[in-house]
Each structure stands twice: as C-alpha cells, then as structure tokens.
C-alpha cells in the first residue's frame, strides 16, 4: 500500500505564500507523474500543476506565473510554491501520485487527503 501526506496549508493573506509538500511511502518501485489538484467549495475539483518523473511540468493557467511545482525523486517528495496568493486560490489542495510497486505492476493513482489553503483579502 502507498501513503500520500501532504503538509504546509494554511491561513495567508493576499499577497503571501506558502509551500506545500507530499511526501509518498510504503511500497514503491517508481513514480512517474506527480500533482497537486484543488478543490474550491461547490467547485469540481481541477488540476493545478503537474510534473513528471524527468521534470516536464505544466500549470493550470490561473496559477501560471504564480506557482512552481517540483519535486525530489530521492524523497519520493513533490511540493508545490505558491506566491502572489489569491483568495480564489482558497481551496483544499490533494496531492497525486502515479506509483508503480514493482517492475511488472503498471501505475496506479493514489491521492492524498488533502490539506486546506485559506488566502484571506
């Protein structure tokens, strides 16, 4: 089984930043692509920045600019700089991991339980 912990939300004021982190454990051969994902209350949730295993990234266009995702694959970590927050960035933000356990196994997609990022104007 594969744990996702993500770490860092918080209360912030326009203007601030923060710096989201998850941390992948249990049974892991290899993870290829990475995510953070977000969810606005009454709002589906939506892609915010994505980044493979060799570093190509890609960012909704709302936060483009704004975030940068990156991650350390000796860590199993992905993290996620916020700057210039926005109250419409006020959202639970999960983490995504597509992790293969062994050699032969394809990749399967686990999730975080999502840690919540609160930009107060």
């Known amino acids: 089984q594969v744990q996702l912990v993500e770490s860092g939300g918080g209360l912030v004021q326009a203007g601030g930043s923060l710096r989201l982190a998850c941390a992948a454990s249990?049974?892991?051969?290899?993870?290829?692509?990475m995510g953070w994902y977000r969810q606005a209350p009454g709002k589906q949730r939506e892609l915010v920045a994505a980044?493979?295993?060799?570093?190509?990234?890609n960012y909704a266009d709302s936060v483009k600019g704004r975030f940068t995702i990156s991650r350390d694959n000796a860590k199993n970590t992905v993290y996620l700089l916020m700057n210039s927050l926005k109250p419409e960035d006020t959202a639970v933000y999960y983490c995504?991991?597509?992790?293969?356990?062994?050699?032969?196994?394809?990749?399967?997609?686990?999730w975080g339980k999502g840690t919540l990022v609160t930009v107060s104007s």
């Open positions: 980044i493979t295993s060799r570093g190509s990234t």
């Open positions: 995504n991991a597509e992790v293969m356990s062994s050699w032969k196994t394809p990749g399967v997609d686990y």
């Open positions: 249990g049974s892991i051969f290899s993870i290829g692509a």
